[in-house]
Structure formats: structure tokens, C-alpha cells
């Protein structure tokens, strides 16, 4: 089994604009990809929502600014962390992730456990 | 060491034999990809895999040349290969810090199809007794994983599965050999650190990945028909390869339709290969070249998978095997004039609800232009325009002209003339064009 992390990308706009509605259709079509993950043979090991991208603060070379990272049309406002067999599985998985407003990036974890001995 | 034992390399090498190099060079075109997909399980590796069977065939140059060809060569060089590759597993106690190459047990067992029974390698192991796997499926689908670019794709079917040297994939591509080495070593990569299973799609994924797969193999052929520059004889070996590949998928899966779709497309048009240009190298159209040079043996070929492909199958055919029955109306006509437009405009619509792209209704326009009028094929032209999907693709105001050249409208004509000669650098074409333009102008153009 290998790790992959699915980072959620989205526009943040599409949230401010559809209000509480679109909010918690959302969050409901979350909670059924968390039962899903396990119906394709995966596993869910975690996973958070962010908050957006105003919130954010960034250090480079110590000097602390206001902002996200890099400024872009669609921001990462979540993730995953699953367990799969395979890059076919991790896809088929991310493939029900919802993201209304944006798509998912899938990237695997890289393995420490065999590079130190 | 037993004579034929595809064991370690003799100390001695020898001249080569020339009967021992053809050998080798056509068990390096037949037999690569083979000798390859069967040592990667074992080596769970690629690049390591890569170097066994390298290394098999430079031994197999040795041994062939003082015991002779073998009666199999491709089993001769799958065990020696094989053997290096459990040599360096356990000599090599680094591989076990790497991520090993993903063998899926459960991927559908596929050995030895094909109707033709062309053996093989997949017969018996020299001196091993257990029937050696046809991993060939795992190899090319795992090449064409969507997660990899499509020019990923492309530059690892050729280094993999037909076993093309880096420096040849760049020539044909035209890019430089180092680019071409670091796209080949960034697809490797992915591979295993993103954990692509080295296997074949079930069922439910396998008509899009089949897909792939042609897509590929169809890009490699245009490439080598079209390239607008490159020397002569990578273009031919591209051409060469795909439809050796196109064979080869066909024969492995002897049920989906579109694999025979597309190896009888290619030979359809490959049919044709010899008369595309003029003596004076310009690019010759359809009404102009001499249909008694065209190759029959693969006319033959490619009408008998269509016809094949065509009948009682369930399912609509798909795109490769529609085109290939429009490549063989083409084929069969006696003459331009006497080509079966009526059977082309029918094969162009089930094409047109099976693959729904612009350039394919345009394909459809200029075919109801034959049968109806060129009325009839410009209002469909106008309706693509209206779309807007095709702005600035060159064939569309060159068809347009063609049809209001046709309408005695001189002055349209020459207006899409020159939109069309905006819109291209070909040489051959630009030519064409300005010839035309220069024809409407004069009001020499007479309405059919």
C-alpha cells in the first residue's frame, strides 16, 4: 500500500457567492467521499478543510508577509491523506472527491522508510 | 554450459557473423518488447531490466556466433535475460531501498493470442520448463498510463516497447538527445514514485485506456507520414514501428475491434505511401495521384480487418475502425470520380456521432459537397464557422475556397484563398494555395 495526498484546489469565490446552501451541499458530498474511500478499498488516514486564503501568512527568508504563497485563480482549500494499492486506486478515489469549484491534484508521499538503512 | 544455454557470455568474443547479426537484429525487432515485459517482473525494475536485456542480446551476439542461432531466439534471450536479472536482485542489495516496479498478480493472464499462432517468444523457456508469461499488454499500457504526458507516452513506447536507442526518439521528435533523456528518465520516475501498477486495465477502464494506447501508436505513424522536416529514414522507421505495434496489439487482443480499426487504417494509408508526393516533391491531393502504384497487398489487408471489424459485432464501431472503412472506400475506387461519395457520407456520419470534432464535420462538409452540391457542402462549412471551434485552422478557408471556387464565386474564392495561405508555413502548401488564388483571380477557375 502507498500513501497519496489529494489537495483540493478550488475557486474560493464560488463558495462567498453560493452561500450557506452550496456550503452544506458540500460538507454532505464530503462526509459520503470520506464512506466511499473505504467502498473502493482505500483508506482514509486524514484530512482538513482550510481556511481561505485571506488567512494566510507566508515566511520567506524569515520575512513574515501577508498572503498566500503564490497568488492564483484557484487555491488549495483542502486535503486528504489516503492509503491505496496503487496510483489506479488513488485516482479512482480522487475521482469522487468533490470539488465544485476547482479539480484535485493527486500527489504520492514519498517513502522515507527504505532510503536510511 | 551446455550448447544453447543462454548462460554467462563467452570470453571469446568473435567477429561477428553476419548471418548472427541479422539474427540479432531481427530478434531486437521482433522479440524486444517480448524479452523486455518478461524480465521486468522479475527485475522490478525498469531500468534495471533495461540493462539485462541489453546485456542479453550482447551476449546472445557471443554465444549465437559459436553454437548458432537458436531455435528460439526469443526464449533464448527471455531466460539469459531473466537469469541477469535475478543475479542482480540478489547481488544487489540497494534495489531494496528503491520502490520496485508494481506487479499486479490479479491482471486478466494474457499469453500466446493471436489468431496467426505466430509463436513467438511465448513458447517454452529453454532449459526451465515453465511457460514464460506474455507481459507485452502490462508493458505498453503501463507506457501510455494517463498520468504520464502524451509526449512521455510516445518517447516510452519507443524506448520500451520497441526498444528505440534515446538518440533515434530524439531525431524522430526533433529535439535534442539530452531533452529527450530527461523526458524518457522523468516518465521512469513517475512510474515508480507515484506507484503506476505495472498491469493491464480491468474491464471497466480498459476502453479509455485502449484509447491511449492507439492514440499513441497513431501519433507515432502521422509523425513519421508528415514530418515537414527530418531525414527521410527516421520518418519511414516511424512508420514502420507503428504499424508493427498497431500488429501486434492486434494480435494480443484479438477481440477489440478498434486495435483492428487502426492497423487497418494505417495500412490504408500507408497503401498510398509512394504516390503522396510528385517527382518534384510537391504534395500531391487525392484526384492527382496515380492509384495503379498504390500498394494492393495492403489494400487487401486493410479492407479485410474492416470488413471483419464492420460485421456482427454489438456496439456502434469506433473511431479508428471508422476511419480505416472511409481509408478503404478511398482505397477501392477506381478513380477519384468514381469513389462511392454516398458510402463515404454514411461511414462520415456514424464517425461524426462516434467522434464529434469540428475538423471531422469539416471531413463530413467537403464529402456532402461531392454527393449534394457544393451548395450543400458550404452551408456546412458555414455552420463549422459559426461554431467557432475551428478559427485558425488552416484546411477550413482552404476548403471553403475550394467550394466557392467551384461556385464560379470567384472573388469569395480568392478572399479564403488568402486566409488559408495566412494560416500556413508549409512550403508544399503555400504553393497549392498561391497556385489557386493565382487561378480564381484570372477568372480562369471555371464553375464545375
Known amino acids: 500500500m502507498s500513501q497519496y495526498l489529494i489537495l483540493i484546489y478550488e475557486r474560493e469565490s464560488g463558495y462567498a457567492e453560493g452561500g450557506p446552501e452550496v456550503w452544506e451541499a458540500v460538507g454532505k458530498a464530503h462526509g459520503r467521499f470520506a464512506e466511499q474511500v473505504g467502498e473502493k478499498g482505500g483508506q482514509m488516514l486524514g484530512g482538513n478543510a482550510l481556511q481561505p486564503t485571506q488567512t494566510a501568512t507566508t515566511i520567506r527568508d524569515d520575512i513574515v508577509t501577508d498572503g498566500p504563497f503564490t497568488e492564483t485563480k484557484e487555491a488549495l482549500g483542502g486535503y486528504y491523506l489516503i492509503e491505496a494499492s496503487d496510483l489506479d486506486q488513488a485516482l479512482e478515489i480522487a475521482k469522487l472527491c468533490p470539488a465544485p469549484f476547482g479539480g484535485v491534484e493527486v500527489r504520492p508521499i514519498m517513502d522515507m522508510s527504505g532510503s536510511a538503512g | ?448
Not at chain 2, 505513424?221 to 519511414?236: F, K, N, S
Open chain 2, 1 to 448: 554450459m551446455t550448447a544453447g544455454d543462454p548462460g554467462v557470455a563467452g570470453d571469446q568474443p568473435q567477429a561477428a557473423d553476419p548471418e548472427v547479426s541479422a539474427a540479432i537484429a531481427d530478434a531486437h525487432r521482433r522479440e524486444w518488447a517480448f524479452v523486455l515485459a518478461a524480465t521486468a517482473r522479475v527485475a522490478r525494475d525498469i531500468d534495471v531490466a533495461e540493462e539485462c536485456v541489453q546485456d542479453a542480446y550482447v551476449a546472445a551476439l557471443d554465444a549465437w556466433s559459436r553454437q548458432g542461432v537458436p531455435r528460439n531466439p526469443g526464449a533464448w534471450l527471455t531466460t539469459a535475460a531473466r537469469r541477469r536479472a535475478l543475479d542482480v536482485q540478489r547481488r544487489d542489495r540497494t534495489l531494496r531501498s528503491k520502490l520496485p516496479l508494481l506487479i499486479e498478480p490479479g491482471s486478466p493472464p494474457v499469453t500466446q493470442a493471436g489468431p496467426a499462432g505466430e509463436p513467438s517468444a511465448a513458447g517454452l523457456a529453454a532449459g526451465e520448463g515453465d511457460v514464460i508469461p506474455d507481459d507485452r499488454l502490462r508493458l505498453v499500457f503501463t507506457c501510455c498510463h494517463p498520468a504520464l504526458a502524451r509526449e512521455a507516452q510516445v518517447a516510452l513506447t519507443l524506448r520500451l516497447v520497441c526498444g528505440l536507442a534515446t538518440a533515434e526518439i530524439a531525431r524522430a521528435f526533433l529535439v535534442s538527445e539530452p531533452t529527450m533523456a530527461a523526458r524518457v528518465t522523468r516518465a521512469k520516475k513517475k512510474i515508480s514514485a507515484a506507484r503506476i501498477p505495472y498491469r493491464v486495465p480491468g474491464p471497466a477502464e480498459l476502453p479509455d485506456r485502449l484509447d491511449a494506447v492507439l492514440t499513441v501508436i497513431h501519433l507515432l505513424y502521422t509523425t513519421g507520414h508528415t514530418a515537414p522536416t527530418g531525414p527521410e529514414l527516421v520518418r519511414a522507421e516511424l512508420v514502420d514501428r507503428a504499424i508493427g505495434l498497431a500488429r501486434m496489439l492486434c494480435e494480443l487482443m484479438p477481440d477489440e475491434r478498434e486495435a483492428r480499426g487502426l492497423l487497418a487504417l494505417l495500412l490504408l494509408t500507408d497503401a498510398r505511401r509512394a504516390t503522396r508526393t510528385g517527382a518534384d516533391g510537391r504534395l500531391l491531393l487525392l484526384e492527382e495521384q496515380d492509384r495503379s502504384r498504390w500498394d494492393r497487398t495492403a489494400i487487401a489487408e486493410g479492407t479485410a480487418l474492416v470488413t471483419d471489424g464492420l460485421r456482427g459485432r454489438p456496439g456502434p464501431p469506433g473511431r479508428f475502425l471508422l476511419q480505416a472503412a472511409i481509408a478503404g472506400v478511398h482505397a477501392e475506387a477506381p478513380s477519384y470520380a468514381g469513389t462511392d461519395w454516398p458510402q463515404l457520407l454514411l461511414l462520415y456520419d456514424e464517425l461524426v456521432s462516434a467522434w464529434p470534432t469540428p475538423v471531422v464535420a469539416l471531413n463530413r462538409a467537403v464529402v456532402h459537397a461531392m454527393t449534394d452540391g457544393p451548395e450543400a457542402g458550404l452551408a456546412d462549412i458555414e455552420a463549422i464557422e459559426r461554431e467557432g471551434r475551428l478559427s485558425g485552422y488552416r484546411y477550413l478557408p482552404a476548403a471553403r475556397a475550394d467550394l466557392l471556387r467551384r461556385l464560379g464565386r470567384h472573388e469569395d474564392a480568392a478572399e479564403a484563398y488568402q486566409a488559408a495561405l495566412g494560416l500556413t508555413e508549409n512550403a508544399a502548401e503555400r504553393a497549392f494555395l498561391a497556385g489557386r488564388l493565382a487561378e480564381v483571380r484570372s477568372g480562369a477557375g471555371a464553375p464545375e
